[in-house]
């Protein structure tokens, strides 16, 4: 068996292809039905975010598998597959695996190292592990991912440092009052940029935070959000003296907030410090406010220094992670050795008990006269014997099956013992086989040649 992952995302699809391929949640289980039904296809699991839409499947066979999902793409989504297949990727088995990880530890995010994929990829795979779409493959593979990302944030710094202006922004405010715990913070404007700037305030406790909008009716609804007040641009100047750190961010030509205006807020301020943080382009704040006593301000140019030096700090982390992921892969290589090994081991165990049944049998029929006592004496003695024997030869056949070579190993100790074939019959051949019999009789017909070819797996040099 294989795993396969086929998706798209940011880098590979503008937003006008990827907003085709959005999957609402009402229609997530009637989807990864469908998926799973596919032909080929054994475990699934569906991940549709806004910068992202990818299909992880465990599929018996490679060949054709690409077809049988685009197919699947073009049926469920209602889009000609010539219009999204030069957006898509495909990677197989390891890559396939190490992709997994790099999305779930946040190195393929927009924004590197952030966390919310790992909850939209946590729920993605329980979803589907309730809907019985995944298995014995992607029940470790997805669990593994998971821990590795939560162990990766926990165990570096990618996380401590910002990478976006407006959460820059609320760092640089952090980084002069250490908290905004009983803090009040003066915004300017109502846009997106204020509107992020606000949930990084609110998620670092502000007290209250006070929005003044040219438009007044957009100032209370961004507000009324947050539990916070509304006023008007034009009213900014007076509330100058309740602000602690004033954060501006409108579409303003002119200055918002001239020298004079905070000068004059200063006089009722009482000595108390007030900081200025203005990341709009043009400016909003007269650059001549930093010339007022106990005033200090910063502008966007500021901001994408803290930017750019923590990018830097998260990709010198991100490298860390690379060097986590690569022991994963190996773990996960491990790991499927030794799924092959386990149902010989089985059919080991199983034959021993049979000849160590059926050798008690024989002996207790030849001495009749033997007491329960003496029997069940012999019978744990005896197995106790037969465990230690071989003790040895599974611990041997699992270290061999590890190694470059295990496939051989795993032949050789089948031969040696004279394990009949189909009592070692793999996890991975036995459910596909289980899946093989759900298929429909039409599902048997010949298979045609796929006319198209999907895009390769996308180099990491690429991506990085």
């Not at 821990?147 to 710094?157: C, D, G, P, V």
């Not at 006269?369 to 230690?388: G, P, V, Y």
């Not at 991975?428 to 895009?455: I, M």
Request: hydrophobic residues 40%; glycine residues 4%; aromatic residues 6%.
């Amino acid at each position: 068996m294989h795993i396969v992952v086929v998706g798209m995302n940011y880098r590979t699809a503008p937003v006008e292809i990827r907003e085709k391929f959005a999957l609402p949640e009402h229609q997530r289980n009637e989807a990864l039905t469908q998926l799973r039904q596919t032909k080929s296809v054994l475990e699934c699991v569906m991940l549709s975010t806004c910068n992202r839409t990818e299909l992880y499947v465990v599929v018996d066979r490679l060949h054709m598998c690409g077809h049988f999902i685009r197919s699947f793409m073009e049926q469920w989504f209602n889009v000609p597959r010539q219009e999204f297949t030069p957006h898509l990727y495909i990677y197989e088995d390891d890559q396939a695996v190490e992709h997994l990880l790099r999305v779930a530890t946040g190195l393929e995010s927009m924004v590197i190292g952030e966390t919310q994929i790992l909850g939209q990829i946590r729920d993605s795979f329980l979803f589907a592990q309730a809907q019985r779409a995944t298995g014995t493959w992607f029940n470790n593979v997805f669990k593994q991912a998971i821990t590795l990302a939560k162990r990766a944030h926990s165990e570096t710094n990618i996380n401590d440092n910002a990478v976006s202006v407006s959460y820059a922004a609320v760092e640089l405010g952090k980084r002069i009052f250490g908290s905004f715990r009983g803090k009040k913070v003066l915004i300017l404007g109502a846009g997106k940029m204020s509107e992020l700037t606000v949930k990084h305030l609110y998620a670092n406790g502000a007290a209250e935070v006070i929005v003044a909008n040219r438009t007044l009716a957009r100032a209370e609804q961004l507000a009324q959000n947050f539990h916070g007040r509304a006023v008007t641009l034009e009213d900014a100047a007076s509330v100058l003296t309740e602000a602690d750190i004033v954060i501006s961010s409108t579409g303003a030509q002119g200055f918002v907030l001239t020298e004079a205006d905070v000068a004059r807020a200063m006089k009722n301020r009482k000595s108390r410090p007030l900081f200025l943080i203005d990341i709009a382009v043009p400016r909003d704040l007269d650059p001549a406010i930093g010339n007022v006593t106990n005033v200090f301000l910063y502008d966007i140019d500021d901001l994408e220094g803290i930017v750019q030096s923590n990018l830097a700090a998260r990709q010198k982390e991100a490298r860390k992670i690379e060097v986590m992921i690569s022991d994963e892969i190996i773990a996960h290589q491990q790991w499927l050795k030794l799924l092959g090994v386990t149902p010989l081991i089985r059919s080991l165990q199983s034959k021993a008990d049979r000849i160590h049944q059926e050798t008690l049998e024989s002996l207790f029929n030849k001495l009749p006269d033997m007491s329960e006592r003496e029997e069940q004496l012999i019978r744990r003695l005896t197995k106790s014997m037969l465990n230690q024997m071989m003790q040895d030869p599974i611990l041997q056949v699992k270290e061999l099956a590890a190694t470059k070579n295990g496939d051989d190993a795993l032949r050789m100790f089948s031969q040696l013992f004279a394990l009949e074939q189909e009592d070692v019959q793999p996890v991975n051949t036995r459910h596909t086989e289980r899946r093989q019999t759900e298929r429909s009789a039409n599902d048997a017909g010949n298979e045609a040649a796929d006319p198209e070819q999907v895009k390769p797996a996308i180099s990491w040099a690429a991506v990085t």
